[in-house]
């Protein structure tokens, strides 16, 4: 049975194919929009992962949307009727749900000769979350939790998985939600982008706690484990917010009220200084997150006597939160899938769609290269076609029959200092590159975060890189000793070891570990056991491939990259294409760029 998933007409739109059960291609639309975030109906990641599993549209039984009109149906009237909301906002919703029912029509447009002749099937939108989480871990028994903005009238959900089976046991409705109140912060504090929750999450790092009783009126805890907002300090309950989800980057209105600027001051505008009052309000942000996020999975795990838990939800991104659960609640088993958030609705309501029919359990999601992919041979050929180009920038291309000496190469250019694009295999599934679509450096050398800020990213100077850490040395560097092999917990580093490894060390001493195995990715540990051997130091500093862009996709972009930045190595395969670089140009450069 090949069943099509599909998050649509929201942020991060994505698409994936699961055959008999078992996940063979996902992928997210941003990467072939170019466009981050993009909304809307993903036609070009339906095509991708179709070829990637050498199937058509007439190939597909079913396709499983992550959203169902028709969830708490009665509660989202019994809303209307008591709170009268805005006309606006019931005409936006409308128009939303209208874009949802269009899905065949979008289909017929987009794949005109490829008849799709099976049927649709919807799955309440935190269903999808409980199911892409559950399902992908190997945990025969877990509670499944989803914390989000909102979706199909709801911001959080719970339920219990057990074997085959799966269950909604409860929900936090409209309109209160931690994910709302995390965004309307971050916007407060001057990062009005789509996903910018991120920057904030960053940015607490550096704060002190002495905002915290201020920002705690937002967020009461309930003795149920739930919570409420303080509505006087929201919007979107009352007023119709301006998000946009129909083809493109996705935006969102101001969330936050007059009333929360009387409260906390006036708002930080985005090209305003940062000062320690808005660190300290992050900080906050985050410590009020964590004490409602913690009460709830307490809750929980009291109520289900469980200490196994799979987490969902755009909150699940929190990777500080996360790197907490362990030791702030009963749980002591804790598996996320690389794309929590919306984006892996569609592998949610796919698996969902698999279990309605009976399937078996399949196998676990173990890694993350689910998207499209290219041999060797095709990134040689590619960089033959740009010959051209990379002469122009006196640029050096060698092939490397022996993957030994690639990883040495490699290695020995991560350890003089130099920035390596790093392009292998299929695409990452997920935000997150982890060693496929990578841009490398060293982590021991206290100016890496600099030279790669300056010289790629160009980005906030408070937010962390990543490292990529041999799966077998983790208990040798951090104070934890898991899988977590899709970045997705901020983990305290060893006391001793953080002057070694300062490019990855985030201020308060914790590091966005990745966990690296031979058997989910052997040329990438192939290369960090290289680089360990060389150095003594097990690990990669490991940031996305891009420049202010989605994550490149195909090789091409890659190549596009290396060239109008600064980068010094490209690896596309077997390929290796360097600058005509001398060994201490790198630093130079950036010492240089530094002073300026
Ligand atoms: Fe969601």
């Not at 029509?105 to 099976?118: I, M, N, R, V, Y």
């Not at 935190?126 to 979706?151: I, K, M, Q």
């Not at 000793?481 to 970045?487: A, E, G, L, R, S």
Request: hydrophobic share 40%; aromatic share 10%; proline share 5%.
């Amino acid at each position: 049975m090949n069943i099509l998933g599909v998050n649509a007409h929201h942020a991060d739109a994505a698409a994936c194919i699961v055959r008999d059960g078992i996940l063979v291609a996902a992928a997210e639309e941003e990467r072939f929009r170019r466009i981050k975030h993009w909304a809307g109906f993903p036609t070009m990641a339906v095509s991708s992962c179709l070829d990637e599993a050498k199937l058509s549209l007439r190939d597909i039984d079913c396709i499983a949307i992550n959203r169902n009109g028709r969830a708490n149906l009665v509660r989202k009237f019994s809303y209307v009727l008591s709170n009268r909301p805005s006309v606006k906002l019931l005409t936006d919703r409308l128009h939303h749900r209208r874009q949802w029912a269009g899905a065949a029509e979008q289909l017929l447009e987009a794949f005109p000769q490829d008849h799709f002749a099976g049927r649709f099937m919807h799955v309440e939108h935190h269903f999808a979350h409980l199911a892409s989480a559950f399902y992908a871990s190997n945990f025969p028994e877990s509670v499944a939790v989803s914390v989000d903005g909102f979706g199909d009238f709801a911001s959080a959900a719970w339920g219990w998985g057990s074997g085959t089976a799966l269950s909604l046991d409860g929900r936090v409705l409209f309109p209160h939600s931690l994910g709302i109140f995390y965004q309307a912060m971050t916007q407060y504090l001057g990062f009005p982008n789509y996903g910018d929750e991120y920057k904030l999450m960053g940015l607490a790092a550096y704060g002190a706690p002495s905002a915290v009783n201020e920002v705690r009126p937002l967020v009461s805890l309930k003795r149920d484990g739930t919570f409420r907002l303080d509505l006087r300090f929201f919007r979107h309950h009352r007023e119709s917010i301006a998000y946009e989800w129909s083809g493109g980057e996705p935006t969102c209105g101001e969330l936050f009220s007059s009333e929360l600027e009387a409260l906390l001051g006036p708002r930080r505008l985005s090209n305003q200084p940062l000062t320690d009052r808005h660190r300290d309000l992050a900080f906050a942000t985050q410590a009020v997150f964590e004490e409602a996020f913690f009460h709830f999975l307490e809750a929980l795990s009291s109520r289900y006597s469980s200490d196994a838990l799979v987490l969902a939800g755009g909150c699940a991104y929190n990777s500080v939160a996360n790197g907490k659960i362990v030791r702030r609640t009963p749980f002591k088993k804790v598996y996320l899938q690389s794309a929590a958030g919306d984006a892996g609705g569609a592998i949610g309501a796919a698996y969902a769609a698999w279990h309605r029919t009976g399937g078996e359990r399949a196998a676990p999601m173990a890694h993350a290269y689910w998207g499209p992919g290219y041999s060797d041979e095709e990134l040689a050929a590619c960089a033959a076609a740009h010959q051209s180009a990379l002469a122009t920038e006196k640029c050096q291309v060698r092939q490397f029959d022996a993957e030994a000496n690639l990883f040495e190469t490699v290695a020995h250019a991560i350890a003089d200092g130099q920035v390596i694009g790093w392009f292998q295999g299929r695409m990452e599934w997920g935000p997150r590159a982890l060693g496929n679509r990578s841009i490398l450096g060293d982590p021991r050398r206290a100016d890496m975060k600099d030279i790669l800020n300056l010289k790629i990213k160009r980005r906030e100077s408070f937010r962390p890189f990543a490292p990529s850490v041999l799966r077998e040395a983790v208990a040798d560097w951090f104070e934890y000793d898991d899988d977590v092999p899709f970045m997705m917990q901020v983990l305290p580093i060893k006391p001793d070891r953080r002057p070694k490894i300062p490019a990855v060390t985030h201020v308060d001493g914790t590091g966005r570990l990745q966990t690296v195995t031979a058997a989910t990715n052997p040329r990438y540990h192939g290369l960090i056991t290289a680089f360990g051997r060389l150095t003594g130091v097990p690990m990669i500093l490991n940031t996305s491939f891009n420049e202010n862009e989605p994550v490149v996709c195909r090789p091409e972009e890659a190549l596009d990259c290396f060239l109008r930045t600064k980068m010094d190595m490209l690896v596309l395969g077997r390929t290796v294409i360097t600058r005509n670089l001398r060994k201490t140009d790198t630093a130079r450069d950036a010492d240089a760029l530094i002073k300026a």
